[in-house]
């Protein structure tokens, strides 16, 4: 099945390249409500998935407060706050940054990669930093090993697998490496919507409590001008979080929620979409949200052009 055309570059009002990909919007009881290109077919939800990872801490028996759960969830900006955070859940477990199986990087955050560039790049920077140092806190509390805690067979990891394999009622059948080094498991959109939905409909336990420290303190989940932080800023109840190669998830406080591949991968095409399904759902979403940096297209460095959502695809 080839998936259908989502958003098209438009140079001098002509389309010069299209995305292809997949959207899945499901109803509060999971049915599917809108759906467009092939919603079933496994993909890597890279890191739209942090939130469940986190639900699989918690059930194992992680004891964390509010923001640092957040910051589990987040692919962080690096900023000075980020790594601070990051630093000091490490700290509180009697950890080091060298015990993070992430590799080192630079913040993604540009004025804070300027400030520390000549210093190098560190691991506390990587933006899945906070993810990590929540999972070796779940196992010093557990009283599991950590120097393989990243390792698909680790017990931490069995049990991020069930839990994931429960939110998205899907038998799990493939498992990668995320970029980060944490185990990755392949799961339709549609198991993505519906978990999300499921996070934000819980009354209370592992799974209300994720989407409860995610949305007060959006902050941590991304950083300064991006678009998870920014969106559940200004759309009330709103749990948002996205992921590497073109993936994103979102889910509205009475359950409706979204999950989006772009084939490509390309990143430059989720934040059109995402903002033309939240009008589509009757949501505004607020003018810093209309304002998010979008991908320029220039011509002799001026805008001759765009990024739109197809015509026609809700419609």
């Known amino acids: 099945m080839t998936n259908p055309v989502l958003v098209e570059v438009v140079r001098s009002g002509f389309v010069e390249s299209?995305?292809?990909?997949?959207l899945v919007i499901?109803?509060?009881d999971g049915s599917v409500r809108f759906s467009v290109g092939d919603i079933e077919r496994p993909v890597y939800p890279r890191?739209?998935?942090?939130?469940?990872?986190a639900v699989g801490m918690l059930r194992a028996g992680l004891t964390i407060g509010d923001e640092d759960l957040a910051l589990g969830c987040g692919s962080h900006n690096g900023e000075p706050?980020?790594?601070e955070g990051a630093l000091s859940m490490l700290s509180r477990a009697g950890l080091t940054e060298d015990e993070l199986a992430c590799p080192p990087a630079f913040p993604l955050h540009e004025p804070s990669m300027l400030a520390v560039?000549?210093?190098g790049k560190r691991r506390a920077a990587m933006n899945c930093s906070g993810k990590h140092a929540a999972m070796l806190t779940t196992c010093t509390q557990l009283g599991w090993t950590c120097e393989d805690y990243a390792a698909a067979t680790h017990p931490l990891q069995k049990v991020i697998q069930a839990t994931i394999a429960d939110l998205t009622s899907e038998t799990i059948e493939t498992v990668g490496v995320d970029g980060c080094g944490a185990p990755l498991f392949a799961f339709s959109l549609t198991g993505l919507a519906r978990s999300f939905g499921r996070l934000v409909t819980a009354m209370g336990g592992p799974e209300g409590r994720v989407a409860d420290a995610v949305r007060a303190y959006p902050w941590h989940v991304a950083?300064?001008?991006r678009e998870d932080t920014v969106?559940?800023?200004n759309v009330d109840g709103l749990l948002s979080k996205g992921g590497a190669e073109g993936v994103h998830s979102?889910?509205?406080p009475d359950g409706t929620a979204l999950a989006l591949k772009i084939d490509d991968g390309a990143a430059r095409a989720r934040i059109p979409l995402l903002l033309a399904t939240l009008r589509h759902l009757g949501i505004d979403p607020g003018d810093e949200a209309e304002e998010l940096p979008k991908a320029a297209v220039l011509g002799g460095g001026k805008p001759v052009g765009e990024l739109r959502v197809a015509s026609g695809l809700f419609g």
């Open 18 to 22: 299209v995305h292809r990909g997949a």
């Open 26 to 28: 499901t109803a509060p």
């Open 47 to 53: 890191s739209s998935n942090k939130p469940l990872q």
């Open 81 to 83: 706050g980020h790594v």
């Open 117 to 119: 560039a000549a210093a």
């Open 223 to 225: 950083g300064t001008g």
């Open 231 to 233: 969106l559940m800023r």
């Open 250 to 252: 979102f889910a509205l």
